[in-house]
């Protein structure tokens, strides 16, 4: 079965540190997400990414934040300068219509 | 986005059937009712969805209210792999869906 994946499962970074987290979506998915999971938080929706352009995006999504589709399998979610809070479980989805498919996370700790 | 309301936690049994309601009493007229779930430490996974008939898939089946301010999804059969947070969430499907999750349900199945 198709599945959406990630990488690194694990990503450990310095603080103003750039850090870019990707996904292979499942290949022939339209439309691609970002989701992220604070420890022992609400699963929090970061944006939607449909024809290479965002759809919507949160007000988590600020400046900090970019998306890309460089190649047409793999989509990536940059942070410019990470952020003690930005520590989480990153997860991707991608979606035909109805099901969104979720990726496995990459765990994001920023020290 | 509509509200929900799912309790906290629930407690069954293995190979007894069990039954999560959620409340969205703020549903608009175009939203699905979906449900999904997280196992631990894994992404979220699409579980079955609905808008106004009772649907059934192999994970589930989906019993929704004929004012459709309440839904309950029933696994039929509990086994051990199904201890998870359920989350019902309304959305529409109107090109990317942000899915916007709330606290859930966390399930506990006994041996």
């Known amino acids: 079965e198709p599945e959406v994946t990630q990488t690194p499962s694990h990503q450990v970074t310095q603080m103003g540190q750039e850090v870019i987290l990707r996904c292979v979506p499942i290949s022939n998915h339209l439309y691609f997400y970002w989701y992220r999971q604070i420890l022992g938080q609400k699963v929090e929706f970061l944006v939607s990414f449909y024809n290479n352009e965002i759809s919507e995006k949160s007000e988590i999504f600020d400046d900090q934040f970019s998306v890309e589709r460089p190649d047409g399998s793999n989509f990536t979610l940059k942070i410019r300068s990470t952020k003690l809070e930005d520590s989480a479980m990153y997860f991707c989805?991608?979606?035909?219509?109805?099901?969104?498919?979720f990726g496995p996370g990459t765990r994001l700790t920023v020290t | 986005d509509a509200k929900t309301t799912q309790p906290n936690s629930m407690e069954s049994n293995e190979e007894e059937p069990v039954h999560l309601p959620c409340n969205h009493s703020t549903i608009s007229g175009t939203d699905y009712i979906h449900w999904y779930r997280q196992l631990p430490s894994q992404g979220p996974e699409y579980v079955i969805h609905?808008?106004?008939s009772n649907v059934n898939n192999r994970m589930a089946s989906l019993a929704i209210a004929e004012d459709r301010k309440s839904s309950t999804l029933i696994l039929h059969r509990a086994t051990l792999r199904d201890a998870a947070v359920y989350y019902c969430?309304?959305?529409?499907?109107?090109?990317?869906?942000?899915?916007?999750f709330g606290q859930g349900t966390r399930l506990t199945i006994n041996p």
């Open positions: 609905g808008l106004t």
């Open positions: 989805a991608s979606s035909v219509v109805y099901e969104q498919y």
């Open positions: 969430i309304p959305e529409s499907f109107q090109g990317a869906q942000k899915l916007v």
